[in-house]
């Protein structure tokens, strides 16, 4: 199994621009998420999934788009890049309904020019 | 009243010494809580997990304890090796199965 796999793993977009940030993951989990994690801080939930065609919002949604047409993918889109939005991107899953540990991806980082 | 650990965002202890990391929590509904540990240009990787019902559990030279009428998490590290430095996070899951990170702790061991 490959586990969570996230692409790109770097990019730089120039202000305005739109991309997409794919995740797949290989283990069924139900649930899967978004964070970001900014310079000296903590993970903050984008967007989260408990089930194919379920999304719902986290902490910071604002400036990103997500859908769940399938269990194994997760893709975040940012509508027109932000400097703000400059981060790392963490992509996680786990099972639904058994409580258990987040399996994340390896990071993406992405930088707004 | 009762003492609590304060959270603090970085953490220096001497190899060999015991670690203990803080973590306060937001949501009385949430039902189970994870630490994980970030290295260096990773992503986080769990240590131990421990559920609402619960107020202690012990795993390999580590223990988390649960205070739940103060919202409090913390974690201890028994016997700290120079790998043991990382950035530690409390994550909280409510019955929803959404999951929230608290601030990290940045742990240096210094030989």
């Known amino acids: 199994n490959a586990g969570v796999t996230q692409t790109p793993k770097f990019q730089v977009l120039k202000t305005g621009q739109s991309m997409t940030l794919q995740c797949a993951q290989d283990m069924n989990h139900e649930y899967m998420s978004w964070y970001r994690q900014d310079p000296g801080m903590g993970l903050r939930l984008i967007h989260y999934?408990?089930?194919?065609?379920?999304?719902d919002q986290g902490e910071v949604p604002n400036g990103y788009n997500v859908s769940r047409s399938t269990t194994e993918d997760f893709p975040l889109r940012l509508l027109s890049a932000a400097p703000s939005q400059t981060s790392v991107y963490f992509c996680?899953?786990?099972?639904?309904?058994?409580?258990?540990?987040?399996?994340f991806g390896e990071g993406s980082r992405l930088t707004v020019l | 009243g009762e003492s609590v650990g304060l959270h603090l965002p970085t953490l220096s202890v001497q190899e060999g010494d015991n670690s203990i990391i803080n973590c306060a929590y937001s949501n009385s509904a949430s039902d189970y809580f994870i630490w994980y540990k970030q290295e260096s240009g990773k992503g986080p990787q769990f240590i131990i997990d421990i559920r609402s019902n619960m107020d202690k559990r012990q795993g390999q030279r580590v223990t988390v304890l649960l205070n739940k009428t103060v919202k409090h998490l913390s974690l201890q590290i028994a016997a700290t090796q120079p790998g043991d430095s990382a950035v530690y996070f409390c994550a909280e899951t409510t019955n929803a199965g959404k999951s929230t990170f608290g601030d990290g702790t940045t742990l240096t061991v210094k030989p």
């Open positions: 999934s408990v089930g194919a065609g379920i999304t």
């Open positions: 996680a899953s786990r099972q639904k309904l058994v409580p258990g540990e987040l399996f």
